[in-house]
């Protein structure tokens, strides 16, 4: 095979220092961070802020903003929006990070908690990769730092041996640390970010030294509402945190907005085809989970069980992404092979992903499901496709 550089699963057997890693075309990661993937946005946005700007901030609040929101900057630069909320949201979310207290993105399920926290990292900080994922296993070196066990024993505590934390980096640099799922997080060791965020030091007992945060190191994190009671924040915890919560979307409009451009977002980075614009399927999709979610038709009229699933918008996205890579693959949709091409996206290719999505409870959620086709979507005028296709899979 030689020395190609598009190599993807080597052997293992000789090679450089970085065999299957490799720079040629389609090695790009799949997911770049977001000051990566926005790295034009944001130097155009750098460019023209003349605002303001924290202590070893990249953009003034304002230009944080504008990069959350989106909004067209004076050379004509469009800058797309990230989040599609509140304005009022972000603004606190971002006037909070140039405060002292830290910043807690609450929320249900796929209300782009995580999505907000690392776009807000990459505007204020262009980094967004000081991260700690919290679950129940994070153990207290996850949040201060650990030990490079080989050094340790070879020549004791030392500030080689010392392998900082994400948030000791954070710390040091004055950037955006990220903490994910906080509530996961056992209570004692949630507890180590208290001394982080009041007295901004992290002390290192064994070398009998600290480390101090300078100008421009802050704190997000994010917790789910449904984890609410697994592991709650301590009252001392939450009183360094300014909390912000992300809502559902409050329209149907506005969740078909976030759900068309998010799945062409990705459409784009899967090379899948180009949603027509207005395309039924995306908002039949939202409306048939915003009426589960409610347990009330839209119309206000007929009362609905809800399933136990979630169904939130980042729910909605993939069910349709994944309608959009059937079509293209199976149906009658063209993939995006260096020119666009506009997709076919019809009731069938949804309909599957809209039943797995709805139906986690095999016993229970089947009947809301099915009481659900036949009282509300059969009756529904100009549903009668969708109707047929959802009967379909659900046998
Ligand atoms: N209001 C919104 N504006 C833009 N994108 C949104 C919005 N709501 C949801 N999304 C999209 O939903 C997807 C999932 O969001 P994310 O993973 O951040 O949710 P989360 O709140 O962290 O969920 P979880 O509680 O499950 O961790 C993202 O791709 C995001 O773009
Ligand atoms: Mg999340």
Request: proline residues 6%; contains cysteine.
């Amino acid at each position: 095979m030689g020395a190609g550089a598009n190599v993807g699963v080597d052997t293992g057997a000789g090679a450089g220092a970085d065999a299957g890693v490799g720079a040629g075309a389609g090695d790009e990661p799949l997911r770049p961070h977001a000051e990566v993937a926005f790295a034009d946005e944001l130097k155009a946005l750098a460019a023209a802020d003349d605002r303001p700007r924290p202590v070893r901030w990249r953009l003034s609040p304002w230009a944080v903003a504008t990069y959350l929101l989106g909004g067209v900057l004076p050379d004509g630069t469009v800058i797309t929006p990230k989040y599609v909320g509140p304005r009022r949201i972000v603004e606190v979310a971002v006037t909070t990070l140039a405060t002292d207290r830290a910043l807690l993105l609450l929320g249900v399920p796929g209300t782009a908690k995580t999505w907000v926290s690392e776009h807000l990292a990459a505007a204020v900080s262009g980094d967004s990769t000081l991260l700690v994922q919290g679950t129940a296993g994070t153990p207290e070196e996850a949040i201060r730092y650990g030990w490079n066990y080989a050094q340790l024993l070879a020549h004791g505590p030392s500030r080689d041996a010392l392998v900082p934390s994400p948030v000791m980096r954070a710390m040091a640099g004055g950037l955006t640390a990220r903490v994910e799922e906080l509530t996961r997080i056992p209570a004692d060791v949630q507890d180590t970010l208290i001394t982080v965020l009041s007295e901004k030091t992290l002390p290192i007992p064994e070398l009998g030294h600290e480390v101090q945060a300078v100008g421009g190191f802050n704190l997000i994190a994010t917790a789910n509402d449904r984890d609410r009671g697994v592991n709650e924040l301590s009252s001392a915890l939450r009183r360094r945190f300014n909390t912000v919560v992300l809502p559902l979307p409050a329209t149907p409009e506005a969740e078909v907005d976030i759900v068309a451009r998010r799945v062409d977002q990705i459409g784009r980075s899967l090379a899948l085809p180009a949603v027509p614009e207005g395309v039924d399927e995306i908002r039949r999709v939202v409306t048939v989970f915003r009426e589960l979610r409610d347990g009330l038709t839209a119309d206000g009229r007929t009362k609905l069980k809800s399933p136990s699933g979630t169904l939130s918008t980042a729910e909605a996205i993939s069910v349709v992404t994944g309608g959009l890579a059937l079509a293209a693959h199976f149906g009658d949709g063209t993939l995006r092979a260096g020119g666009v091409a506009a997709g076919t996206l019809r009731a069938g290719d949804v309909a599957a992903g809209i039943l797995g999505a709805v139906v986690r409870d095999p016993a229970a959620d089947r009947v809301v499901w099915q009481e659900y086709l036949e009282t509300v979507v059969r009756e529904r005028e100009g549903w009668k496709d969708f109707y047929r296709a959802c009967r379909e899979v659900s046998v």
